[in-house]
Nanobody, 126 residues
Framework: QLQLVESGGGLVQPGGSLTLSCTPSGFYLRDFSNYVLGWFRQAPGKEREGVSCITNDGITNSDDSVKGRFTISIDKAKNTVYLQMNSLQPADAGTYYC?????????????????WGEGTLVTISS
């Protein structure tokens, strides 16, 4: 059974940086094609929203709210997907989830992701 394990969340001051990691177990990124991984987030009282997505061949897209600040990347040798977050703002706070599904960037939507991690909490406070 494929599982996704996120790490890297924590408390950071506004303007600070964090790097989130997502490692699949039971699934080696280098061994498969035609999949997409995404980072989603959910703040208390709000719906889950997409942040950034990356395909198996490294094509990415990101929500306008994080462009220029967040970078998604994939390291197949380490079997890990990262989300580098810079210039964090209070609006970026929430639980961040990693998800994976077959397909390309157009498949990377919250309602369509097949596998989900448990999430990692990002708190932004001075």
């Amino acid at each position: 059974q494929l599982q996704l394990v996120e790490s890297g969340g924590g408390l950071v001051q506004p303007g600070g940086s964090l790097t989130l990691s997502c490692t699949p177990s039971g699934f080696y990124l280098r061994d498969f094609s035609n999949y997409v991984l995404g980072w989603f987030r959910q703040a208390p009282g709000k719906e889950r929203e997409g942040v950034s997505c990356i395909t198996n061949d490294g094509i990415t897209n990101s929500d306008d709210s994080v462009k220029g600040r967040f970078t998604i990347s994939i390291d197949k040798a380490k079997n890990t997907v990262y989300l580098q977050m810079n210039s964090l703002q209070p609006a970026d706070a929430g639980t961040y989830y990693c998800a994976l599904t077959p397909g390309g960037l157009d498949s990377c939507v919250s309602s369509g992701m097949r596998y989900w991690g448990e999430g990692t909490l990002v708190t932004i406070s001075s």
